[in-house]
């Protein structure tokens, strides 16, 4: 079975992903932020009987909160995301909903993030992501620096974690315009998660390409990939299924806090098992064969006859 003959199919199935996903991200609001990182409160508010979404959020635009989202955790337990309190706010809530939907059974839970904490957490999300790249890249061109051009190894796999965080992103930002699903800080969490699965599945494969080339070095690379994919393609899809079982069971019978979390980890063990072994291990061949170079050779060549035809 030849999988390297078939990249070019890979690369497409990856492009028609992709391609929704940066339209929806081009579109603002790229992602639908929540309180972590557009500041704002949320209440977590559990009542003494049965009540319903639409109860919560009748009550709450009738005291100028109509801007609130409320999320139902369990028959008696609601989530409520509002613009930041100011002091005396959470009282009032308490009082109007206990007279208007039914009595509070204690003091709710709030967390507050203000507008200079939620700028920060950006901030700080993206020099995390940032940098778990570049310790990505250093490591695994420094752990293959036995064979040649090691530092492929290392673009490769921080392409395929690229081609994985922008799905990632895509897909929450189609959810965020479809059903209004917002992200908070539980989201750069699960991106680390996944980037160290990711690049962990695609060592996998990698070090079974060096094992291979250096038992031959004159066999062609293509060849060499060819063979490792098929030698870990086994073990790779055992562990990614058996972590989806495990993610999927916990998403539905997690609580209602995780599923940002777990939904993140759900989509990234897929696209992250997929790229190892499609996108990473094929971009070797095509680094190896020079397409990379002449492709970007014919974007220069592209780029000399515009600036011909405009002058």
Request: overall charge negative; aromatic content about 8%.
């Amino acid at each position: 079975m030849n999988v390297v003959s078939k990249r070019k199919w890979y690369f497409l199935l990856s492009a028609l992903v992709i391609v929704p996903c940066v339209i929806s991200l081009i579109i603002p609001p790229a992602l639908k932020a929540g309180i972590d990182f557009s500041s704002g409160s949320a209440i977590e508010m559990t009542f003494i009987e049965d009540i319903t979404e639409h109860e919560v959020r009748t009550a709450l635009g009738e005291i100028d909160h109509k801007e609130s989202k409320v999320q139902q955790m369990d028959s008696r337990t609601v989530f409520i995301r509002t613009k930041e309190l100011q002091e005396g706010e959470l009282q009032l809530i308490q009082a109007y909903l206990t007279d208007e939907v039914a009595e509070v059974t204690s003091v709710p839970n709030v967390d507050t993030v203000s507008p200079e904490v939620a700028g920060e957490t950006v901030r700080n999300a993206i020099i995390a992501v940032l940098v778990a790249a570049l310790a990505i890249l250093l490591f695994i061109s420094w752990a293959f620096r036995g064979i040649p051009n090691p530092l492929r190894y290392g673009v490769s796999a921080l392409l395929a974690l690229f081609h994985d965080i922008l799905i990632i992103i895509g897909i929450f930002s189609i959810l965020g315009k479809v059903i209004d699903f917002e992200v908070n800080a539980m989201l750069i969490v699960g991106l680390l998660a996944v980037a160290g699965y990711s690049v962990n599945d695609t060592i996998v494969v990698f070090d079974r390409i060096r094992e291979n080339v250096g038992r031959n070095i004159d066999r062609p690379l293509a060849e060499s990939v060819n063979i490792s994919i098929l030698e870990s393609m086994g073990r790779s899809l055992g562990t990614s299924c058996t972590t989806l079982f495990a993610l999927v069971a916990l998403y539905f019978i997690g609580g209602a806090t995780l599923k940002e979390f777990l939904l993140v980890l759900i989509i990234g063990t897929v696209v992250g098992t997929y790229s190892s072994i499609f996108i990473a291990a094929q971009f070797l061949v095509l680094w190896e064969q020079g397409e990379v170079g002449r492709f970007f050779e014919f974007l220069r060549l592209r780029r000399r006859r515009v600036r011909s035809s405009t002058n």
